[in-house]
């Protein structure tokens, strides 16, 4: 079983790992490396999501919320500010956020366009999961460019397994285990 889910859906790595070491089959999770701090920029890291919003200034700042759908209600306890959200889709249910915009788009991103973004919305900080990858990091190069800060949170943490880093690796596991008859 390779576990390629997003590195923070650790119920379903979780559950993988469960699966696998009750059946005895071999578990290779992939993740791609986390985003690391360069030297111009302004990274804070929270050791979990649920710890942000005590991270954000008491007076009000304009937010990039850049986490998804399934955790803006923590952000409710800091009703003072401005949330950006970018989505996939439309939220189907109200927002737990008194003030908040929503814009849909589906990424990757460009680093041009999320400066357009950000100065568009006049946002101060930017709050995000510590994916890393591609895919998302353009807000990041951003925010480096305009000098904001971002407050990322850590990866949690996952069941023991093997973790492969590309496609390649995963892939001569595969080989590997086909060798051997697994």
Not at 84 to 100: G, M
């Amino acid at each position: 079983v390779i576990d390629a889910t997003h590195p923070f859906a650790a119920g379903m790595s979780r559950n993988a790992a469960t699966a696998c070491a009750l059946l005895g089959m071999p578990l290779l999770r992939f993740e791609r490396p986390p985003w690391q701090a360069g030297p111009a920029d302004n990274w804070t890291f929270a050791p979990r999501l649920e710890d942000i919003p005590a991270l954000l200034p008491q007076t009000p700042a304009r937010v990039f919320l850049a986490i998804g759908k399934q955790q803006l209600a923590l952000f409710a306890r800091a009703p003072q500010h401005h949330y950006l959200l970018r989505l996939v889709d439309a939220p189907e249910a109200p927002l737990p956020l008194p003030h908040a915009n929503v814009t849909l788009a589906r990424g990757p991103f460009s680093k041009d366009s999320d400066v357009a973004l950000l100065l568009k919305h006049q946002i101060t900080h930017i709050v995000a999961k510590n994916a890393g990858g591609t895919g998302a990091q353009a807000k990041l190069d951003a925010a480096r460019d305009l000098g904001l800060p971002v407050i990322l949170a850590q990866r949690p943490v996952l069941p023991q397994s093997a973790v492969a880093g590309s496609v390649g690796t995963c892939l001569e596991w595969l080989s590997h285990d086909a060798d051997r008859g697994v």
